[in-house]
């Protein structure tokens, strides 16, 4: 299985696509596509470049990133880890 991630294009955030195609900030409402699926997922999210910035398709297992990026994209998916973010000036 594999979702479609990416970065909003008015704030930076990290995005995911819904199984509609439409962007969510949660991984766990990011759609769940396998083969061509995921190719049209993504072609759908890197047509809406007001959007979605440098879509992305990330292999998951369980609903959480898998394979050799796997740490990265659950380091993204829990936000920013510098400055305030850690509760620090």
Sequence with gaps: ????????????????????????????????????????????AT?????FVNPYLVEVDDGRPSGRDRFKELIRSQGPTVGHSLGRP
């Design 47 to 51: 047509g809406n470049p007001a959007t």
């Design 1 to 44: 299985m594999k979702i479609v991630t990416a970065n909003r294009l008015s704030d930076g955030r990290v995005i995911y696509a819904d199984p509609s195609g439409d962007p969510v900030e949660a991984l766990d409402r990011a759609g769940r596509f396998d083969g061509e699926a995921a190719d049209a997922a993504l072609s759908l």
